[in-house]
């Protein structure tokens, strides 16, 4: 009995092991690996020295404060408008008009074209003497001369987050489409029988219970935006003037271009904290509002 | 019976199969590209006839798209698994020298002999080759002589200073649909290498032969105004444009002149053109960057000495021209070869009279962060946000960190 006994107990944690396993390796250590290297100068060579908080004295003297205020403004945008057009894409999706599976599937492209493909096409468009914007722009009486939207620093920012939230719009759409397709449909037809409108439906039954998904998407949304590389690297490389450079291209250009694998692991930190602190507070607050809402579980 | 001995048979053939293999020492070879070009079957020739003379070692040619492949062998090397030899640009290898990844190549006095000195210049730091030059190039000005017609200038008679390149750039721009001048200020590496061609043009320089930097001086200051005195002539919006972004405009006929490689030439379409000297600048004369890139022997993969050999026989003065000539690369000797060539085809004069006052790509030990500081300095005075002399000196603080 005692045998069996102590099977019943340990046998829980050992189910556990090749999850924790794999965890450990590609996970736990090379965070701990980062951490390690962003308190050395290593560089090319493979010798290197233990430099304390040096990497990371320097990259708060530089102009970093600059790129985490961009990063954060470059996202907050980003994410805000991929939540509203997707919001606005989901109900409108969800509603009942003919030929609704065709609109599902036309608003796929953007998620399915290999995301380097699509950052291409929007480059050329943003093109001045051959781009289809500024033609267009210009057609229209709009612009009465070629116009480079990555050539000057406010028209190069927006014009990456247009490009980011093309990409990332098809994904808020349909995950907040299945959010308010598991709505019960007697809810609806409830406030049908007792005269509610549309938008009162709207207001007081879809919008409360899709909030937690609003949320959850919001947070993996900021998540990617935040750490979003390829659409900036292949339209500006961060520039013109350092004016599209968030976090991840200024961390890139550290470690990989300029071969500063100390300085850049402790901007890779520094992501994480961020990432991290950000994620914490967002649930923080997430929970807050769930306990005051009325819809809350009694 | 019949099947066990057809086991031990097979077993056997694999041993000594193995054991054959395992005896020949391998070197790993990264070359930047793809296996496309006409010169490449003459490499693989001489890579043959190199394994033949050296027997025990087999070379593994890796081709790696030019995008990552020399992050991808800088890489190896910081992980301690080097390539035995590797195609790098050459602006790579003090960083690479200092950090100890390569060996120097001790060319012999005769062997230095066979370059011109400005090639040299590109491959030595500190007194020592630390690379065999593999591929070259010079850069000329490209002007579309129906424009130059059309905006009532001589088209047979090009800019050949940098007043007459304004002048001829605004005369076009007001007179013709077309810009005067394709100008390339995007973040991109070409965008510094387009500069030096005015740098050069104008007695500049980046950094000294004693390593100081010099980049804060009266040449630069003007050769950096006279760069954002050409956005005002140029196409629209030059930061949102590389080097190669240039070349569809000009096949086009939206833009005069252009500063490019002898590449262009089989690639402007049917445009009307011609090609000369970079024009001189007010105190200097047609200068142009010279870029190499070079065969770099690797520290660490146990088989440096016959890395060295073999890449100092592809490298050679006839197996490198043939190379060059199959692969349309500007010719890094004076050989019969290419007197023969320069004068079948005129065109390849102002790129290879253009080598003797040419300047290297600057050798400092971050060439990225030597890059950004010259694209920013640039950027600003394109966008109209900062003097010339400003961002000359900005740029040159920032220098001095990366030298």
């Not at chain 1, 019943?8 to 951490?35: C, G, H, K, N, Q």
């Not at chain 1, 271009?257 to 967002?282: D, H, N, P, Q, W």
């Not at chain 1, 997430?286 to 819809?295: D, F």
Request: glycine fraction near 8%; include cysteine.
């Amino acid at each position: 009995m005692a045998v069996a006994k102590t099977q019943r107990d340990y046998f829980p944690y050992l189910l556990l092991v090749p999850a924790s396993a794999v965890m450990l390796a590609i996970v736990a250590y090379p965070l701990y690996e980062t951490f390690r290297l962003s308190f050395t100068n290593t560089s090319m060579s493979p010798n290197f020295e233990y430099v304390g908080f040096e990497n990371y004295e320097k990259i708060m003297s530089k102009r970093f404060p600059e790129v985490i205020a961009r990063t954060f403004y470059w996202m907050s945008l980003s994410v805000a408008l991929k939540m509203l057009i997707g919001t606005l894409g989901a109900v409108l999706l969800n509603a009942a008009v003919p030929g609704r599976a065709l609109f599902r599937v036309l608003v796929m492209p953007p998620w399915v074209i290999p995301i380097a493909i699509g950052v291409f096409i929007w480059g050329w468009m943003y093109n001045g003497q051959f781009g289809m914007i500024s033609g267009m722009a210009q057609r229209i009486g709009i612009l009465d001369a070629p116009f480079e939207f990555l050539a000057y620093k406010n028209s190069a920012f927006f014009a990456t987050i247009v490009t980011d939230v093309w990409i990332g719009v098809p994904m808020v759409t349909l995950y907040l489409l299945a959010a308010m397709q598991s709505i019960p449909k007697d809810l609806y037809e409830a406030a049908w029988v007792d005269g509610a409108s549309r938008m009162y439906r709207f207001r007081r039954i879809t919008l409360p219970l899709i909030i937690p998904s609003i949320a959850t998407m919001a947070l993996l949304s900021a998540i990617a935006t935040f750490n979003s590389f390829d659409i900036i690297w292949i339209l500006t490389e961060g520039g013109p003037r350092n004016a599209t450079t968030t976090m991840i291209i200024d961390t890139y250009k550290t470690a990989i271009s300029r071969f500063k694998y100390g300085e850049g692991a402790a901007r890779t930190v520094m992501i994480c904290l961020f990432l991290g602190t950000f994620t914490l507070v967002y649930f923080m607050l997430l929970n807050r509002l769930a306990k005051r809402s009325p819809h809350n579980a009694k | 019976m019949k099947l066990k001995s057809l086991l031990l048979g097979g077993v056997f053939a694999l041993a000594i199969a193995g054991s054959a293999s395992a005896e020949d020492k391998r070197l790993h070879m990264i070359v930047c590209g793809d296996n496309t070009g006409a010169g490449i079957p003459l490499q693989t020739e001489v890579i043959n006839q190199w394994e033949a003379a050296n027997a025990g070692y087999k070379v593994d040619v890796e081709f790696v798209p030019w995008g990552q492949c020399q992050e991808k062998s800088t890489t190896l090397a910081s992980a301690g698994n080097p390539p035995a030899i590797a195609y790098m640009g050459s602006r790579t290898l003090k960083q690479l020298a200092k950090n100890d990844l390569i060996i120097p190549v001790d060319m012999t006095e005769e062997e230095k002999a066979t370059y011109a000195p400005p090639i040299l210049g590109t491959i030595t730091a500190d007194g020592k080759q630390w690379g065999l030059p593999r591929a070259f190039s010079t850069k000329a000005l490209y002007w579309n002589k129906d424009l130059f017609a059309k905006a009532g200038l001589d088209p047979e008679n090009p800019p050949k200073t940098w007043d007459e390149m304004y002048e001829a750039a605004k005369a076009i721009k007001e007179k013709t649909d077309a810009d005067g001048v394709g100008l390339a200020a995007a973040s991109f590496d070409n965008t510094m290498h387009q500069f030096l061609n005015y740098l050069y043009s104008n007695g500049g320089e980046v950094i000294n032969a004693d390593g100081e930097i010099t980049f804060n001086s009266p040449n630069t200051v003007e050769a950096v105004a006279f760069y954002g005195k050409l956005a005002t002539v140029s196409q629209p919006g030059p930061v949102a444009y590389d080097r190669a972004k240039l070349r569809p405009l000009f096949t086009e006929g939206r833009i005069g002149m252009f500063i490019s490689g002898p590449w262009e030439r089989a690639q402007v379409g049917d445009v009307n053109w011609g090609v000369t000297r970079v024009p001189a600048g007010p105190n200097g004369k047609h200068g142009t960057l010279l870029i190499t890139d070079s065969l770099a022997v690797f520290k660490g993969s146990g088989v440096e000495e016959q890395a060295l050999s073999l890449g100092k026989l592809l490298t050679n003065p006839e197996n490198q021209v043939a190379f060059e000539l199959g692969e349309g690369f500007t010719p890094l000797r004076d050989m019969p070869q290419v007197r023969e060539l320069a004068a079948k085809d005129p065109t390849w004069a102002p790129f290879l009279e253009a080598i003797p006052d040419g300047g290297p790509e600057p050798f400092v030990t971050d060439y990225v962060g030597m890059q950004d500081a010259i694209n920013e300095a640039l950027q600003a005075v394109v966008l109209g946000e900062m003097e010339a002399a400003e961002a000359v000196e900005i740029a040159a603080e920032a220098l001095e960190a990366v030298k």
